[in-house]
């Protein structure tokens, strides 16, 4: 009995362990996974050195969490058509996440946070596009998200601080 039940507890670890079936599926996930976790850092780094609360932990995580929840049903044979289910979750539940990053400040007439949520939410776009496998596309879209977070202040200092809905967060 004794050698048979750990026979069968090993068949049925191997089962269940075995949605990768071999080295390439293996790489593949790894680099995906890596992928996101690296641009979400990357854009996470910008928003920390700038002193906001969302920073690289936060963007590596919204990253990966976005390849995970495109890995997982792409791996299980979700058609691609079904896929954008999932995409909606992804893109609502991200918002609300951002949402949270906003403050509203009645008396002084100011709102903080709109571009560390709009950073949270592209974060979780540059995920979903490493977890499809759209690397290039990912690695482009973090470079575009860099130069309006580091440049478009800097090109366009005067609107900035005209612009009443402003906030410091935008400036920087």
């Known amino acids: 009995m004794g050698e048979y039940a750990v026979g069968e507890i090993w068949t049925t670890l191997v089962s269940e362990f075995s949605d990768i079936p071999d080295l390439s599926t293996i790489t593949r996930i790894t680099i995906r996974l890596l992928l996101a976790a ?32 495109v ?19 992804i893109v609502q539940g991200i ?3 951002g949402a949270g990053a906003i403050i509203v400040r009645s008396a002084q007439r100011e709102i903080e946070g709109l571009t560390t949520a709009a950073s949270i939410w592209t974060t979780a776009g540059i995920g979903v596009l490493a977890g499809l496998g759209l690397e290039t596309t990912a690695v482009l879209s973090t470079v575009i998200v860099l130069i ?10 005067n609107l900035s601080q005209t612009d009443s809905d402003s906030s410091e967060d935008d400036r920087k």
Not at 71 to 89: A, K, N, T, Y
Not at 148 to 157: E, K, S
């Open 38 to 69: 690296l641009l979400g850092g990357i854009l996470g780094y910008d928003r920390e050195r700038k002193g906001r609360n969302a920073g690289i932990r936060t963007h590596m995580l919204v990253a990966v969490g976005a390849a995970l929840f």
């Open 95 to 97: 918002g609300f996440l």
């Open 71 to 89: 890995l997982g049903p792409l791996q299980s044979g979700m058609e691609i058509s079904d896929l954008s289910r999932v995409l909606q979750g």
């Open 148 to 157: 309006i977070l580091a440049a478009v202040p800097h090109l366009l200092p």
